[in-house]
């Protein structure tokens, strides 16, 4: 049974011409001039690096072992390095998934990923960091694992413009489409990367209780159907929807813890914030204000 390779290129390659093997001619029989003996007793003497023949003592050939023993001996170290940068590439995204808390499904589809890369010469050229990183924000999207550009630029201190353009790289030769994976949501976004799926992870790092988590994710969900701080990036509404549940159930978090958490701007949380802030009555259920759990004095004006 054939087994379908992982990552197929988006287009079939065209199929390569048969190069010509070079190899030595065994036609050619290699006897003494002096001798002539059919069967001759060539001996190779490595100090010199010659061929005499050992009936007469006459040098046959000049150093040619010696240039065929370099000769192997640097295809033998080619061949290492490629394994060495391997295995490399290999414990480096070990290492980094092991950091990120990342399952070990998403650490062996990224070494998948880049071993075809790798196959494929798609990235020669490029930092083997931005490869790596390239390949673990992919698998972090197959996986529906929400992990942003941002936390993988910090992660392995590469660049945005160069992770950027490795993943674009990568996008197009394996046809890793935005959402090939995952469902789309009704406003276009990718829902392994949604404010809410981010919301887990940063109420977790902030010690919010879970209800906070719970009420925080229905304001989003009525934000997104009134159109609310439509067009921002998913981290930055989650960020600035932490800000304002916080307040509005009187478990006032300050902008800049949520900024160090979410790894956005603290003028950019409170964007948010005042953007939910006019549409407060549409956000907020009647039911938790008439349970006593959110008052909507308690929210700041922020200016």
């Not at 391997?86 to 092991?98: E, K, Q, Y």
Request: proline share 6%; glycine share 6%.
């Amino acid at each position: 049974m054939a087994f379908a390779q992982p990552f197929p290129l988006a287009a079939a390659a065209a199929q390569k011409i048969q190069q010509p093997a070079f190899g030595p001619d065994l036609a050619v029989r290699l006897i003494c001039p002096e001798c002539r003996d059919p069967n001759p007793n060539i001996v190779e003497e490595f100090g010199s690096g010659d061929l005499v023949c050992g009936s007469c003592g006459l040098v046959l050939g000049d150093r040619i072992p010696i240039v065929c023993f370099i000769v192997a001996i640097t295809l033998h170290l080619s061949f290492s390095r490629s394994e060495r940068n391997l295995l490399t590439a290999f414990r480096d995204i070990g290492s980094w998934c092991d950091q990120f808390s990342l399952p070990k499904t998403i650490s062996d589809i990224a070494k998948q990923l880049y071993k075809r890369s790798d196959e494929e010469k798609l990235l020669r050229g490029k930092p083997l960091e931005a490869v790596i990183a390239a390949c673990i924000f992919i698998a972090c999207r197959q996986a529906h694992v929400p992990r942003t550009f941002r936390e993988i630029c910090n992660l392995t201190h590469v660049s945005k413009k160069t992770l950027g353009q490795c993943y674009k790289a990568l996008e197009q030769a394996f046809n890793l489409s935005p959402g090939a994976t995952a469902q789309v949501n009704a406003n276009g976004s990718n829902p392994s990367t949604g404010p809410e799926n981010l919301l887990v992870r940063y109420c977790n790092h902030l010690d919010l209780p879970a209800n906070v988590q719970s009420i925080c994710g229905d304001i989003i969900v009525a934000a997104r159907q009134h159109g609310v701080a439509d067009g921002r990036s998913p981290v930055s509404i989650a960020g600035g929807a932490i800000y304002f549940t916080c307040h509005l159930l009187g478990k006032p978090k300050s902008s800049r813890d949520i900024s160090v958490v979410a790894g956005v701007s603290e003028g950019t949380i409170k964007l948010v914030y005042r953007l939910y802030y006019l549409e407060k009555e549409k956000l907020v259920k009647d039911e938790w204000i008439k349970e006593g759990r959110a008052d909507l004095d308690r929210l700041p004006v922020e200016r």
